[in-house]
């Protein structure tokens, strides 16, 4: 394609998709991004007798895409608002496609870790550069309002799909589902090539400039050029890795020494993680972000699904299989009722827009988790009746946080920044869902019901944290 600058076709090569040409690729690829995210949910027993994992390491089985997707969602955040929200967003379904078809050749715990969270890493591209994207092609209103609940159903959808998809494909092999969502990812890759055409530019690049004035800007030399985070990312991913290290271990004990030396580590390096924030010239995230009310109740509450919500029924399946005897497709089957009310109550919670704040839908989005996941209290040893009333109630709490949090996530930061507080948000999301994943498997060992009243009290706390916040009013700038 002829660089944008050298010729007075530019602002007709490089106009902007159509808005729901852009809106159905990024819907695609964050499904099937969020398939992959799920899929082992379904797999876990299967995948962990084909490696040899011990109990004690079956959590890295589930944690390596979030994990990639902690540590890089702020970075692919930074680098989509800097570079072209177009080209991160290509690169990282691209690179989704290449990567889970290589997990499915993996052949032991430590490669197929490996292997998983460069999907997250590819994931954080796509999920980065997809908000971006829609924030870019709606820019405020009840059109952007309706995009993100779409986007939203998109992630619900993913994980829907992605255990059904497993457990159907686990009675031949359970390597197929991986192999499939790797050729989905490279088809919707291709289309977005050719369906995006020139995409939306980043703000304030030269090639932005030009659409906008028609006149050729300069490109910026390399050095003038924001520059990837990477001190804070290394710096994120082991004060992650530390924590969840510590909550897989913290299943034989959670005082003995070496749980406490990690999570002391892992304090450790989140203070780190800040400080290089403060001093970074391009961070990851502009930490006076969180002086507004808006973005705090956006981070935290995505942080409490995590730990709430994705981390319970992330292990679910595999309790359903262990404790209820269920095969894979049957608690693929009952996944699929959570998970596909969370769908429909996404799909339809942009109705409640104009009456319910953003900040007061992940309230009632929390409360309604919690009391789902109370009603499944002594069912899931079965029978499987028992737990429908729990599933719906939950799925529906489920699904108002997923249509919540997207919007939230780009009303509460400046235009230009859209990308990072997605970024943000996503972080913020994965680092609870990992947490989450690894307490729980920790929890089950005293039984199921200690890791359900767990997930309650953290969703009731969530939905606290974000009614107060969602109550302050940012600060008023005094008058010169």
Partial sequence: MPQLATTRRTPARARAARPSATLAVTGAATA???MNYTAPMLTLPDTAAAFGTPDSARAWLLNGTPLGLAVLLLVAGSLADAHGRRRVFLLGTLALGLTTGLGAFAGSTLTFTLARVAQGAASAAVLAGSLGLLADTYPSGRDRIRATGIWGASVSGGIALGPLLAGALSLVDWRLAYEVLGLGALVIAAVGARTLGGGTLAAGTPAARTLA????????AAAQRPRPDIPGAVALGLALAALLTALTL??????????VLLLLASAALTAVFVAVEHRSRTPMVDLALLRRPAFLASTLGALFTGLAVIGLFSVVPALLQGGAG??????????????????VVALQARRLAGRLSATYQLTVGFVLSAAGVLALLGGLDGPWPRLLPGLLVAGAGSGLLNAALPRLAVDSVPPERAAMGSGANNTARYIGSSAGVALTLALTTAGPDTALLVSAGLALTGGALTLVLGRRRPARRPRR
């Fill in 32 to 34: 099937v991004a969020l």
């Fill in 326 to 343: 269920m095969s894979p497709l049957g608690a693929a089957w009952l996944f699929v009722l959570w998970s596909g009310t969370a769908f």
């Fill in 213 to 220: 004035t028609g006149k050729a800007a300069p490109e910026p």
């Fill in 250 to 259: 913290g299943r034989d004990g959670w005082l003995r020494a070496p749980v």
